[in-house]
Structures are given as structure tokens and as C-alpha cells.
């Protein structure tokens, strides 16, 4: 039995996605980074704490993400992701380096919503 770190996370995309393609041409990856605003209780106060997570999108759903940032960006766009908490291995210093991901596969599930206009922002 496996046990994984199931993530559901609703935030705002900070840039537009970068992708990686097989050697066929085909979208196999796109990754972006998502703001995500938490409220917080101190004392009788309610304040606002921001964090960022990085979405790993793979299989046809990296596909989905390019059509949507093709037809209007994704930079700003409210992002619903449900997916498995992993380490993305990259390669920096002479080193290998992990860093933390949500992997949102064809098991998981992303959706694109609404598009801020310039008067939202």
C-alpha cells in the first residue's frame, strides 16, 4: 500500500507556464507557480499570509494548460489543482537539488478559471 499527500490548493497563477516537449513535439510538462492567500487569527485581528507553490501539470492536462494560456494567458488566472505532494529533482551547482511540487497527473485534476481584468488588479 502506498500512502501519498493528496493537495487541494485554489491560488493565482504568478507567471505563465513553461513547458517541456517529448521528442515527438508533444507538451509532456508545464510548471507554474501558484499564490495562494490564508487567513490568519491573531489575537482579535485577521490577517492575510501569503504562500507559493509550485504545480507540476503532466500528461494531457499539461496540454490543457497550454491551450488556456495560448487563448488568454494563465499569468493572474485563479487555478483549482488537486494533486500528490512531491520532490521535483533538478540538477544546480554540480548537485542534484529537490524541491517541493504539486504533481497534478492524469489521477488528479486542474481547472483554469476566471481571467482578472485590468480593473481587478
Known sequence: ?????????????????TF?????GRIVKAVFTIACNIPIQRNDEKITKTIYRRVMVIGSYATYVQKCQDEDGIK???????????DEKYYEDGQDQYREVIRVSPSGFIKIMDRRTRRDV
Open 1 to 17: 500500500m502506498f500512502d501519498y499527500a493528496t493537495v487541494h490548493a485554489l491560488g493565482r497563477a504568478t507567471n505563465d507556464a
Open 20 to 24: 517541456s516537449r517529448s521528442e515527438d
Open 76 to 86: 493572474g488566472r485563479l487555478i483549482n489543482v488537486v494533486g500528490i505532494m512531491d
